[in-house]
């Protein structure tokens, strides 16, 4: 079980890396580590979080996303603005640029999603959700 286990670990993330460099040619997407892609798909989903809101929806400090957040700013994906009702806190929001990135990987799961059912039946399918739920539950993860 544990050669297939990282046998099929390897596969998915080489696979996955693939379709993420596929999704995103040309858009400056390769450069980009997987976290902060999450960055990037997380302030997407929430709209103009803070940088609480982020912490919380990512489950880091708040210390790591100022980090990830301002290098973010840096490549031009991300920009911050200081609410007008607490002048101590910020939102994030999406450049133009880091729409892109984040539409270019919702593209690339959306594919990665098809590739990986057009293996498995439907019955195949169904278990494998079930499964993935079941351990994303477990390890705390959320949905």
Do not use: C, W
């Amino acid at each position: 079980m544990q050669q297939l286990l990282i046998a099929f670990i390897n596969t998915l993330d080489i696979s996955l890396k693939k379709m993420l460099r596929e999704a995103g040619d040309g858009s400056g997407f390769a450069g980009l580590t997987i976290p902060q892609l999450n960055y990037l798909e997380a302030i997407h989903a929430l709209g103009q979080p803070t940088i609480t809101d982020l912490a919380d929806r990512l489950n880091f400090s708040k210390a790591s996303v100022t980090a990830g957040v301002q290098k973010l700013v840096e490549l031009g994906y991300v920009h911050k603005t200081q609410s007008t009702a607490d002048r101590r806190v910020y939102h994030v929001g999406l450049t133009a640029s880091g729409a892109e990135l984040a539409a270019a990987k919702t593209r690339a799961l959306s594919a990665y999603e098809a590739f990986i059912k057009s293996a498995l039946s439907e019955e195949e399918s169904r278990q494998l959700q079930a499964i993935l739920e079941k351990l994303v539950r477990h390890f705390g993860g959320g949905l």
